[in-house]
């Protein structure tokens, strides 16, 4: 089956740096998304990786290493606001998203 | 162009009614997705659109739900009968064929009592 692991919940402190985690099985790898959903709102994307290595954006930064079917997002300078879900999503060999249950991340002051 | 939009905002029905959503997706994209979420969960794929052509629905998709996309631009999810069970986030997305990002809109958040 398909499958996609991330932490349930992770906990960080206003101007540190967090690191979540995403490992996952699909049938087929045409790419691993990053999206962030505040509560109750859509899903809005942050980043995007289809080859391996770091993929730089302003304070986010993703990473992916298809031979492990891992991949990371890295949040740097947290900001009260960076409080929300971080989703996970690998689109398969037939172009279908599958997603992770998402990682909720609370930033303390 | 203004993004995904999709109607209503919230949606609150009496169980065994029928309820019909709408999304309007980004002018050039294609494709067209409607997807659930739960509280706690990622987007739980329902069934997609490449132009007015439906392709794939979800095993998860009952007799009850259907969708439509008449003229490949706006999409409507039909649930007839509602369930209590069928209380979630209805989001829809759209993107380019087989390339790019997926851009969602705000949902419709339907409560069925």
């Known amino acids: 089956g398909q499958n996609i692991d991330q932490p349930t919940e992770m906990t960080a402190t206003e101007g540190a740096i967090v690191q979540i985690n995403c490992t996952y099985q699909?049938?087929?790898?045409?790419?691993l998304f990053w999206y962030q959903q505040h509560a109750g709102e859509a899903p809005t994307f942050l980043s995007y990786n289809v080859l391996d290595g770091l993929e730089e954006k302003g304070r986010f930064s993703s990473f992916l290493s298809r031979s492990k079917g891992y991949s990371y997002l890295l949040l740097k300078e947290l900001q009260m606001k960076d409080s929300a879900s971080y989703l996970c999503a690998v689109r398969d060999s037939n172009y279908q998203l599958i997603w992770g249950a998402g990682t909720k991340l609370i930033i303390k002051p | 162009d203004t993004g995904v939009s999709q109607n209503p905002r919230h949606k609150i029905t009496k169980r065994g009614q029928n309820v019909t959503f709408r999304c309007d997706p980004i002018s050039e994209h294609n494709r067209l997705y409607w997807y659930r979420q739960t509280l706690g969960q990622g987007p739980e794929f329902l069934t997609y659109?490449?132009?007015?052509?439906?392709?794939?629905k979800s095993r998860l998709l009952s007799d009850r739900f259907s969708a439509e996309r008449p003229k490949g631009s706006f999409s409507t999810l039909e649930i007839q009968r509602t369930e209590q069970g069928d209380s979630a986030m209805y989001l829809c997305?759209?993107?380019?064929?087989?390339?790019?990002?997926?851009?969602f809109g705000s949902g419709t958040r339907l409560t069925v009592v």
């Open positions: 699909t049938s087929g790898f045409n790419g």
């Open positions: 659109f490449q132009n007015e052509a439906q392709l794939e």
């Open positions: 997305a759209s993107s380019l064929a087989r390339g790019g990002g997926y851009t």
